[in-house]
């Protein structure tokens, strides 16, 4: 019987199938500016005495210094600290190096902030278990972003898109006394949307966002666009399209479905956006 998932990419370390892809292959650093090319790092070894380790490839960089991006590599005693790739970061900055910089706050997956690329994968590093990560495990920042510092990107155009389309409950009727009440079958449309977190790991992987990042809005902020509109208590539905039906906003979204594969909290911004497109198509019909 054929094979039908021939084109299907189930592993970074699969062999490419065609010959051609094997005899010409692209050099690391090609065509990359000089200070985007990476160099190696500092290596640090264990403590002595540990039994357990593992090695950490860990992104770094400084913008405020003339230095080049470097991977340095860490070995964790990985009985000296929690289960989890954020538990491996903070043992690092606690007792090796104190100047290795990230973001962290719930250590719950809630809050987003310690968003970034896991071997490879867009994820939070709260929830992923260092069992799960590769030999060594490499740790870069979210991809397609101005880096702050080390694991720091720069969130400032992202959490801009997400305030373009405005994120607040709009209503044209007097406000009741109490709350706003809602149908439990109406409330349901809501599952699956409200509960992003705004880690932006679906936008950092979106390559319609690398390519026209600066005016296609992403994935994070139109499944926020979605929650809204398919929100019974909302009345602005008709702006809020307005504001969508754009070549650029909205229709840069090629349906890659990088987003939906990256979500750490399992949602499915792509379905969002088809959501989108259809209610402005219903619109217009």
């Known amino acids: 019987m054929p094979r039908t998932d021939a084109f299907i990419v189930r592993s970074s370390d699969q062999v490419p199938k065609h010959p051609l892809l094997k005899r010409f292959p692209v050099p690391r650093n090609f065509g990359v500016t000089p200070g985007s090319r990476i160099e190696r790092g500092r290596t640090w070894a264990a403590p002595a005495g540990a039994v357990r380790t593992k090695a950490f490839e860990i992104y770094r960089y400084d913008p405020d210094g003339d230095d080049n991006p470097r991977l340095d590599t860490f070995e964790v005693d990985l009985d000296a600290c929690g289960p989890m790739v954020l538990d491996a970061l903070i043992w690092i900055k606690n007792n090796v190096d104190p100047t290795l910089t990230f973001r962290r706050s719930c250590r719950e997956g809630i809050c987003g902030s310690c968003a970034m690329n896991i071997d490879g994968a867009n994820w939070l590093a709260c929830t992923r278990y260092i069992e799960e990560t590769g030999t060594p495990a490499q740790i870069y920042p979210l991809a397609n972003m101005r880096i702050i510092k080390d694991l720091v990107p720069d969130l400032t155009h992202v959490l801009a898109q997400y305030e373009m389309i405005e994120p607040w409950l709009q209503a044209t009727t007097p406000a009741p006394d109490r709350e706003r009440l809602q149908a439990p079958e109406d409330r349901a449309k809501l599952d699956g949307y409200y509960e992003c977190i705004l880690c932006f790991c679906c936008t950092s992987g979106c390559p319609s966002h690398w390519w026209n990042g600066d005016r296609f809005l992403g994935p994070?902020?139109?499944?926020?666009?979605?929650?809204?509109?398919?929100?019974?208590?909302?009345?602005?539905?008709?702006?809020?399209?307005?504001?969508?039906?754009?070549?650029?906003?909205?229709?840069?979204?090629?349906?890659?479905?990088?987003?939906?594969?990256?979500?750490?909290?399992?949602?499915?911004?792509?379905?969002?956006?088809?959501?989108?497109?259809?209610?402005?198509?219903?619109?217009?019909?």
């Open 220 to 285: 994070a902020a139109l499944l926020q666009a979605w929650r809204w509109l398919t929100d019974s208590r909302d009345e602005a539905a008709g702006e809020r399209l307005d504001l969508l039906e754009d070549p650029f906003r909205l229709y840069r979204c090629h349906t890659i479905l990088n987003c939906t594969r990256t979500c750490p909290k399992g949602l499915n911004p792509g379905k969002a956006i088809a959501q989108i497109k259809k209610m402005i198509v219903d619109r217009q019909s």
